[in-house]
């Protein structure tokens, strides 16, 4: 199918200009009169009773405008799981017992930061300490105090899947293998930190700017927290730092900025510093997990049994989300006839764990894709025509699940194959150099509505005027991965006019199409771009009698809408201007504007996603066998992300996404003490890589044409987090022998696999 | 924890500087990167109610070299001037490539040699190819200066024999013979921003037939000081090195060392790191020294 | 503690301000002179989203104290471009070589870039990626930056040369 120019085009970001010359605003620059500075006291323990707290003294010091605790605030338990309401476990402020180190207990506000900040020294908190539990063998065990008294052995969550006969399967399978793995917490490291500003013009309604990646589900949890109607809370635009799934929920500091802004009648701010996040936010669910595999002598798949412990830290934050997807991830790239997931969402005293690029499936496929080199090595298969065999194709079915409408995996994996040179380097194996692989699949949005949302997933306005612009108003939000141009790339196709023509209004609940779900679960693209095109078709249909009308056209016509002209399709010199069109159809409506609002939500697409994304990754490292150091040499990717809306920005997704996967397998670990305290706090001890430390890479790109997709578009943000972390580590293992089944892969790791170290 | 207060004085004499630190001897830090104290003090770690900064003292920042004499590095040395300074590199490979490595560019570019070495942390990367090197510090105070050999200059993590109202106001390094070889290696899991898990550096001076005449071996990130190696030092000297020689020598740094297990690394690992890099920090060494140009 | 009077040179206009001897640089900047554009992302010195130019120079504005740039020359991001329409070079290549994504990091991506190339204008891209290990990205995995960099050095060696 071919597609619109504009399509697929690497387009610069429209908001790039903004950002290289320091114009775009953040939260933090934003700047009010009367502004207060808030501060937020934290529990120093991962697991104690409040047995009281003195704020007299902070509310007595001059320039203190407000000091909240628990008790202050009306006690209604958030969480994104609306349909759930016992998994909503939040408060902002705790009442009455802490969970983790970092727990919020008061919040103040002063005329400036430092003031607030002395506040915060002045309170008093009498802490009894609990036992700690910190692990989920811990949690789980006999006897283990709980973390939430509602939860009982600190189980939150537990799904299972269940299809296909797996003892039948096992028992017919020729070989069968069962492994445990661990795998460590790691985190968004977004570079802006959280930050929001409140204020309250109107008694009991306030806005809020703050960087999130859900302005829909930040207003709902806080009008809901402050027993506010919906309407009386507005979320608006900045300009968001990366998010990563880090920023997607109701936050402690954007519920005390509001509240107090309301008390105050002055515009409160809160902004976290990087010790905060590093030490309290949300990070990626750490995992114990035990996974059975058998198989044909031939290597085909017969049955897996995969069972999954979540670290989910003191709260259920999007862990219960993890816990599902990460069953679903479990089976997603292959073709298992026989599956049986046990996940469990389990509490423990640390921060809480939530929504990380990938979601679940990181994790998940660390263990698939490792187990699945283990075994393509024992039964003396390569492992690429391994994965080949057991590869998902367009029309298979996951159970329950979905049936697959656009899969080019095979395809991905023939490619990168070729372009890593893979059969010859592997028949001429280098002393401590290695290639390993890694694959992944990846959701296109969610079906799934936990948020209960009683909206459309996805909506856009589109305005078009007289002048040959157009206005599109959408709560989409673009956390830097692209869609504020993505979206207008798309609806400068439906309406053929220059993009440049196309105004943008983004993220602000109060004067965008209700709803957005937020950017997360890789749903923006299709699932906002369906909301555009809607939106778009509608107009069309609005203008399209107009030329019918003055052209007096047989109705047998198609109209088109290409370079700023509306025109006669079969003949393109029978038209006017898309301005001119807009005016004539203005004149017929007296004085209504034409505006018209598109929506989208997956229907019969099942319950998972309405459309997959697959790949496949190489990596191609040297270890230094004298330091056990890795060095990753070039990564090799082939992926399907459908048709790409825009070229540059997938590309900036797959390098980014390589950043991060480089780290998460060699570098980034979240480092505790035995109280439950983060030992890293800083970037200089957080090691995300650098610049140095990136490799070259080459990609593939493997097109296929979704049908569910706006002009054939599935993800590309998510999906290639996932493969980067099992490909380093198989590589390794090809380069040294070692095989890594706790990550993250450390150099006093492999050296002891070695026997270097004893 | 907001910024403490402080006082922040800007003299621009070294006399001034000298008269600010004995009046405030109490409670005074010198500031010139402020890329150490300024993150202590915001941490707490250190509440100084005065700082005297260096910055605007004519003459500090000079870095010179004399055959014969060897290289001084002022007390306001960037670490970055010193890294792309032509004979530092030239002659001094291993102090010019901790300072084009350590920190970040914007670091190198505001804090200075003489600050790495009064911080004083185990890890501080200047630290050991000075000490490599035979380097001393020239500290000064009112009453006058004394020259402290780099080896007895670090008493323990952040501690220093710098007196109150003593500064550093220079940093001497002897000149390389003919016939010297040195180098710097240091291991982080990740390549910048970084603090260094383990370094050595080592030097080496040979006489006409290949014998060892001098050797000076030190250690990073070891111990609570930057430390030498006097046994795998011994080891050397005086004698013709070849591969299992330098096995040895390395097996002494490591019996010299006294690592812990923290969050970068853990003790066994730094001990056997050390010997890894010894062994090559000593072959590269010789292989520059039999080139026969430092 | 008593206020000190400090005269900023920032991107060629002076500013008088009274600031606390324990206020930094970046904050001056910030809330005190309005130019937001240099970020903070970590306040230690270890991401290089406060990256400005004094005297010369690539810092961390997080740690240098507004009183120690008194009379001194710095050059924030907001110096870069002649005017909203003209981009410096550096600038240009970020928008088109797709270097962008969130944009928290660019600033001081941007002012390591400026600094480098002065110091280095004909960098390879070891150098280029030397010269930026200390500014952090999440969003990018660096490349396209690299990239960006490599074009606008080409580009300001042609134009110089046609100058």
Redesign the interface.
């Known amino acids: 199918m071919k597609n619109p120019a504009i399509i697929g085009k ?1 387009i ?2 429209m ?12 939260a ?2 934003l ?1 009010m009169p009367a502004m207060l500075h808030g501060k937020l006291l934290r529990s120093p323990l991962a697991h104690a009773l409040i047995k009281r707290i003195d704020v007299s003294k902070a509310k007595a010091l001059p320039g203190v405008k407000d000091v909240i605790t628990g008790a202050d605030i009306p006690q209604v338990k958030y969480g994104n799981w609306r349909l759930v309401p016992q998994s909503q476990d939040e408060l902002a402020l705790a009442v009455d017992k802490v969970r983790f180190v970092g727990d919020e207990v008061a919040a103040v506000c002063a005329i400036d ?2 003031t607030a ?2 506040a915060i020294d002045l309170i008093e908190v009498e802490y009894e300490e609990l036992p700690l539990i910190l692990s989920v063998e811990e949690a789980t065990a006999e006897g283990a105090g709980l973390v939430h008294d509602e939860s009982k052995g600190n189980v939150s969550l537990v799904r299972k899947i269940d299809y296909g006969d797996l003892e039948g399967m096992f028992a017919k399978a020729d070989y069968i293998r069962e492994d445990t793995f661990k795998v460590h917490p790691v985190q ?6 959280c930050s929001c500003v409140a204020h309250s013009e109107e008694a009991n309604r306030v806005t809020l700017w703050t960087s999130t990646q859900t302005p829909y589900i930040v207003q709902c949890l806080l009008a809901s927290t402050l027993g506010l109607p919906e309407n009386n809370v507005r979320v608006m635009k900045v ?4 998010g ?1 799934g880090g920023k997607m929920e109701l936050r402690p500091w954007e519920f005390c900025a509001s509240f107090m802004a309301m008390r105050t009648g002055r515009p409160v701010k809160f902004t976290l ?2 010790a905060d996040e590093l030490a309290f936010g949300r990070r990626r669910h750490p995992m114990s997990i035990y996974s059975k595999v058998g198989f044909t002598k031939d290597g085909k798949l017969l049955a897996k049994d995969f069972q999954v412990m979540l670290d989910g830290g003191a709260y259920n934050a999007m862990g219960p989300t993890a816990t599902f997807l990460c069953g679903t991830f479990g089976n997603m790239l292959y073709n298992y006839p026989a599956y049986r997931y046990f996940g469990r969402h389990v509490y423990t005293n640390k921060p809480p764990a939530s929504a990380m690029r990938g979601f679940g499936a990181p994790q998940a496929a660390f263990v698939a894709e490792t187990q699945m080199n283990m075994a393509a090595e024992d039964l003396g298969i390569d492992p690429i025509d391994i994965r080949i065999i057991n590869a998902m194709q367009t029309g298979d079915v996951i159970p329950d699940v979905a049936t697959i409408s656009s899969c080019g995996f095979k395809e991905c994996l023939e490619k990168v194959r070729e372009i890593s040179g893979w059969d010859e380097k592997r028949k001429n194996p280098k002393q401590g150099k290695g290639l390993g692989i890694g694959c992944f699949s990846f959701i296109s949005g969610g079906v799934f509505n936990w948020f209960n949302t009683k909206y459309n997933f996805s909506a856009a306005e589109v305005s078009v005027y007289e002048d040959g612009t157009a206005q599109l108003a959408t709560m989409a939000c673009d ?4 869609p504020d141009t993505a979206m207008r790339q798309i609806l400068a196709a439906e309406l053929g006019i220059p993009i440049e023509n196309i105004r943008l209004i983004a993220m602000d609940t109060a004067t965008t199409p209700k709803a957005d779900l937020g950017s997360w679960g890789s749903r923006v693209t299709l699932m906002n771009g369906n909301a555009v095109i809607d939106a778009a078709k509608k107009i069309k249909e609005m203008l399209i009698p107009v030329l019918f009308e003055e052209m007096d056209l047989n109705q047998i016509h198609d109209i088109a809408f290409e370079d700023g002209r509306v025109f006669v399709k079969a003949n393109p010199k029978k038209g006017i201007t898309f301005g001119e069109c807009v005016y004539k159809a203005l004149r017929g409506r007296r004085g209504e504007p034409l505006t018209a609002r598109g929506f989208y939500t997956p229907r019969n697409k099942g319950l998972v996603s309405p459309a997959f994304s697959f790949g496949a990754q190489i990596a191609e490292v040297d270890v230094d066998t ?4 890795i060095k990753v040499e070039k990564m090799y990717t082939a992926h399907d992300c459908g048709m790409p809306i825009n070229k ?2 997938v ?2 997704q ?7 996967g480089l780290g998460y397998a ?2 980034e670990n979240l ?1 505790m003490d035995d109280k439950g305290r983060t ?2 706090t ?4 957080y ?8 490799p ?2 080459e990609s593939a790109d493997v097109f296929t044409y979704e049908p569910e997709g706006p002009y054939g578009a599935k993800e590309a943000g998510e999906g290639l987090a996932i493969p980067t972390a099992p490909a380093i580590t198989h590589a390794v293992h090809e380069a040294t022998g070692y095989r890594c089944m706790e990550t993250p892969i ?3 790791k492999v ?1 002891r696999a070695l026997d ?3 | 924890m907001a910024m403490p207060q402080f006082q922040v004085h800007q003299p621009k004499t070294l006399e001034s500087v000298l008269d600010l630190l004995g009046r405030h001897r109490s409670s005074v830090k010198l500031l010139c990167g402020g890329t150490d104290l300024l993150i202590k003090m915001r941490a707490g770690a250190q509440a100084p109610e005065h700082l005297v900064s260096l910055n605007r003292v004519a003459g500090l920042k000079t870095i010179s070299y004399a055959g014969g004499d060897g290289l001084v590095i002022g007390g306001a040395a960037r670490i970055s001037q010193v890294g792309k300074n032509a004979e530092v590199r030239r002659l001094y490979p291993g102090l010019a490539h901790a300072c084009s490595v350590m920190a970040t560019v914007q670091i190198r570019n505001m804090g200075t040699v003489a600050g790495n070495l009064v911080n004083a942390a185990p890890s501080a990367d200047t630290a050991a190819p000075l000490l490599a090197y035979g380097a001393s510090v020239v500290a000064v105070e009112r009453g006058g200066r004394r020259q402290i050999k780099l080896v007895d200059f670090f008493t323990g993590p952040g501690l220093t024999v710098l007196e109150p109202g003593e500064m550093v106001e220079a940093i001497r390094v002897p000149d390389v013979s003919p016939r010297s070889g040195s180098c710097y290696l240091r291991l982080s899991a990740r390549s910048k921003v970084d603090i260094a898990a383990v370094s050595v550096a080592g030097f080496l001076n040979l006489d006409l037939e290949g014998r060892v005449i001098r050797c000076r071996l030190a250690l990073g990130s070891v111990g609570p000081t930057p430390l030498r190696c006097p046994e795998a030092e011994q080891i050397l000297e005086g004698q013709t090195p070849d591969e299992k020689l330098i096995a040895q020598a390395a097996a002494a740094c490591v019996r010299a060392s006294r690592p812990i297990d923290d969050l970068r690394a853990t003790a066994a690992y730094r001990r056997a790191m050390v010997q890894v890099l010894a062994q090559r920090v000593l072959t590269q060494s010789l292989d520059m020294a039999k080139g026969g140009t430092p | 503690m008593a206020k000190q009077n400090i005269e900023l040179i920032v991107n060629g206009d002076r500013y008088e301000v009274a600031v606390e001897p324990n206020r930094m640089l970046v904050d001056v900047l910030r809330e005190d002179l309005g130019l937001t554009g240099t970020k903070i992302g970590c306040a230690q010195g270890d991401c290089g989203a406060c990256t400005v130019i004094m005297d010369g120079v690539s810092i961390s504005s997080c740690l240098t104290l507004a009183v120690e740039a008194h009379q001194r020359d710095v050059t924030t991001i907001e110096g870069l471009a002649t005017s909203p329409q003209e981009l410096h070079p550096i600038q240009a290549a970020f928008v088109q070589h797709g270097a962008v994504q969130c944009g928290y990091c660019t600033p001081g991506m941007v002012m390591s870039a400026k600094h480098l190339l002065n110091e280095n204008p004909h960098p390879s891209e070891e150098e280029i990626r030397q010269g930026l290990s200390g500014n952090l990205c999440r969003c990018t995995g660096y490349n396209k930056i690299v990239e960006a960099i490599g074009a606008a050095a080409d580009k300001m060696a042609s134009s110089a040369k046609e100058g």
């Open positions: 690497s610069p970001r908001d790039a200009p903004a950002k290289v010359t320091g114009r775009a605003l953040y933090d620059d700047k930061a430092d900040q002395h968004h490291a977004y570079m802006e930190p300009q968001v730092g990366g990563f510093t990087r956390i830097g991965q692209g004298g330091t056990g150091l540059m920005a590309e900036g797959l390098e980014g996404a390589i950043q991060m060699l570098m480092i030992l890293n800083t970037f200089l001890d090691k995300m890589p650098t610049a140095e430390d990136m070259p890479g450390t150099p006093e050296l270097k170290i004893k």
